[in-house]
């Protein structure tokens, strides 16, 4: 007989599991609102033109993708962006600015999978659209600091290193460089970090070596580390556009300052981010021991709704994955152990005592209490073993003789102490229990 099993790289939550997961969502969905981003859906399946037009024929590779029943070439999501530039591009005319979106959605690539990664993921996703300056960006890594700190995650766990793509074109600008070879330079930093020198062979392929001098800077620029060093730096070049820049520079880290969380947040030009489409700063969450994948990433993407179809829109966004995330809460010991317990268990006598129990259950449970009771007729005995087992606070006991006198025995299940209450009142009491009533 064949033994059916989840295809590779996808995830099974059974019970506990999804309780879990459940629990990271809903703490995000607290934190979006307390910033006033409203929650958007869209469809799992998207045209595979979408994804293209974003990223290019070579992202096929890395997706799920097949013709339709109507030859449609389409795909399972491997992102949200594409998808959020599409709707807020439809309706853009009639948003209020600043849109103000997040979703937590299921996501799918067919890539190699690793620790914290698989094919099957999910995702918080935030994006601010319409506003240009960094006040955006203050807003999104704000929350993004906030995502995380809702776990009891503190600066001794996580920090978040941010660069800016505009600033590295505007300074190799400055050195030279045309705009291929800006964007040359720009790939080999973005891997630097991994394979060190060897990150500007592609460069070297395409273009040639690098002019020593420039490659000289390069490497210096990308130990900055501090705002001071980067005003140091660029002070030395001036020009309009890196004085505009750096003016940037100064108001985003004033406001993360002034919101207390400078000590979060690190300067890192070695971050750049690897897709293209980034226009602005950008910027990653990592732990602090170094032990995992990146937490979350975004960045400004001011060119992406207009790409798509959609008017001129600036918009900066991040991401968080749930995969890496609750990795590093299990690590840390903040992952909750979440059995959902009834808080009434009810113990029932025969048919007609089980007849009578029915009405307060349903009424309890509309009251909003979980309540749990056998499906079959079991012994008096077995039954207040389950219930001491089952993690609920309160027992109440229909035998026969409680029914004839029309009340109900009430067991507090942490003291075992028992008193009657008349059943009209079961739901009143079961309330002036839990609120100390």
Same mark, same amino acid.
């Given at each position: 007989?064949?033994?059916?099993?989840?295809?590779?790289?996808? @995830?099974?939550?059974?019970?506990?599991? /999804?309780?879990? @997961?459940? !629990? %990271?969502?809903?703490?995000?969905?607290?934190?979006?609102?307390?910033?006033?981003?409203?929650?958007?859906?869209?469809?799992?399946?998207?045209?595979?033109?979408?994804?293209?037009?974003?990223?290019?024929?070579?992202?096929?590779?890395?997706?799920?993708?097949?013709?339709?029943?109507?030859?449609?070439?389409?795909?399972?999501?491997?992102?949200?962006?594409?998808?959020? +530039?599409?709707?807020?591009?439809?309706?853009?005319?009639?948003?209020?600015?600043? %849109?103000?979106?997040?979703?937590?959605?299921?996501?799918?690539?067919?890539?190699?999978?690793?620790?914290?990664?698989?094919?099957?993921?999910?995702? /918080?996703?935030?994006?601010?659209?319409?506003?240009?300056?960094?006040?955006? *960006?203050?807003?999104?890594?704000?929350?993004?600091?906030? +995502?995380?700190?809702?776990?009891?995650?503190?600066?001794?766990?996580?920090?978040?290193?941010?660069?800016?793509?505009?600033?590295?074109?505007?300074?190799?600008?400055?050195?030279?460089?045309?705009?291929?070879?800006?964007?040359?330079?720009?790939?080999? &930093?973005?891997?630097?970090?991994?394979?060190?020198?060897?990150? /500007?062979?592609?460069?070297?392929?395409?273009?040639?070596?690098?002019?020593?001098?420039?490659?000289?800077?390069?490497?210096?620029?990308?130990?900055?580390?501090?705002?001071?060093?980067?005003? !140091?730096?660029?002070?030395?070049?001036?020009?309009?556009?890196?004085?505009?820049?750096?003016?940037?520079?100064?108001?985003?880290?004033?406001?993360?300052?002034?919101?207390?969380? #400078?000590?979060?947040?690190?300067?890192?030009?070695?971050?750049?981010?690897?897709?293209?489409?980034?226009?602005?700063?950008?910027?990653?969450?990592?732990?602090?021991?170094?032990?995992?994948?990146?937490?979350?990433?975004?960045?400004?993407?001011?060119?992406?709704?207009?790409?798509?179809?959609?008017?001129?829109?600036?918009?900066?966004?991040?991401?968080?994955?749930?995969?890496?995330?609750?990795? =590093?809460?299990?690590?840390?010991?903040?992952?909750?152990?979440?059995?959902? &317990?009834?808080?009434?268990? +009810?113990?029932?006598?025969?048919?007609?005592?089980?007849?009578?129990?029915?009405?307060?259950?349903?009424?309890?449970?509309? #009251?909003?209490?979980?309540?749990?009771?056998?499906?079959?007729?079991?012994?008096?005995?077995?039954?207040?073993? &389950?219930?001491? *087992?089952?993690?609920?606070?309160?027992?109440? =006991?229909?035998?026969?003789?409680?029914?004839?006198?029309?009340?109900?025995?009430?067991?507090?299940?942490?003291?075992?102490?028992?008193?009657?209450?008349?059943?009209?009142?079961?739901?009143?009491?079961?309330?002036?229990?839990?609120?100390?009533?």
């Amino acid at each position: 007989m064949a033994t059916f099993q989840s295809l590779p790289g996808f @995830r099974e939550f059974y019970p506990e599991d /999804f309780a879990r @997961r459940n !629990h %990271i969502f809903r703490l995000w969905r607290q934190t979006a609102s307390t910033f006033g981003f409203a929650e958007y859906d869209a469809p799992v399946l998207e045209p595979l033109e979408l994804y293209k037009a974003k990223s290019g024929e070579e992202i096929e590779a890395q997706l799920f993708s097949f013709t339709d029943k109507g030859g449609r070439e389409v795909a399972l999501r491997p992102e949200m962006t594409p998808t959020v +530039c599409r709707l807020v591009g439809a309706k853009a005319s009639a948003l209020k600015r600043a %849109i103000k979106w997040f979703s937590i959605a299921e996501f799918y690539r067919y890539e190699r999978m690793q620790k914290g990664r698989g094919r099957c993921f999910s995702q /918080f996703n935030a994006d601010i659209f319409g506003e240009p300056g960094p006040e955006a *960006e203050t807003e999104l890594i704000a929350m993004l600091v906030q +995502c995380l700190a809702a776990f009891g995650l503190t600066e001794q766990d996580f920090y978040v290193r941010l660069s800016d793509r505009n600033l590295w074109f505007y300074y190799l600008e400055a050195l030279g460089l045309d705009e291929p070879r800006i964007r040359g330079v720009l790939g080999a &930093v973005d891997r630097f970090e991994k394979y060190g020198e060897e990150a /500007f062979k592609g460069y070297t392929e395409q273009f040639g070596p690098l002019d020593d001098g420039v490659k000289i800077k390069v490497l210096a620029f990308l130990t900055i580390k501090s705002l001071a060093a980067l005003e !140091h730096t660029l002070g030395s070049i001036g020009g309009e556009k890196l004085t505009a820049r750096l003016a940037d520079w100064k108001k985003l880290l004033g406001n993360l300052e002034a919101m207390g969380l #400078a000590r979060f947040v690190e300067v890192d030009l070695g971050v750049v981010r690897g897709l293209a489409y980034y226009t602005g700063f950008v910027f990653e969450a990592f732990d602090r021991k170094g032990e995992l994948r990146a937490l979350a990433g975004g960045g400004r993407y001011d060119d992406l709704v207009q790409k798509l179809g959609g008017p001129a829109l600036p918009a900066v966004g991040f991401a968080i994955g749930d995969m890496t995330f609750a990795l =590093l809460l299990e690590q840390r010991g903040l992952m909750p152990t979440l059995v959902q &317990v009834p808080d009434v268990y +009810c113990v029932i006598g025969g048919a007609a005592e089980r007849h009578a129990a029915f009405g307060d259950i349903h009424a309890l449970r509309a #009251a909003g209490y979980r309540v749990d009771y056998p499906l079959k007729e079991v012994a008096f005995g077995k039954q207040f073993k &389950v219930a001491a *087992e089952s993690g609920a606070k309160i027992a109440l =006991l229909y035998g026969g003789d409680e029914i004839a006198k029309g009340v109900v025995k009430l067991r507090d299940l942490t003291d075992r102490s028992e008193r009657e209450v008349p059943r009209a009142d079961v739901v009143a009491t079961v309330r002036d229990f839990f609120t100390g009533g």
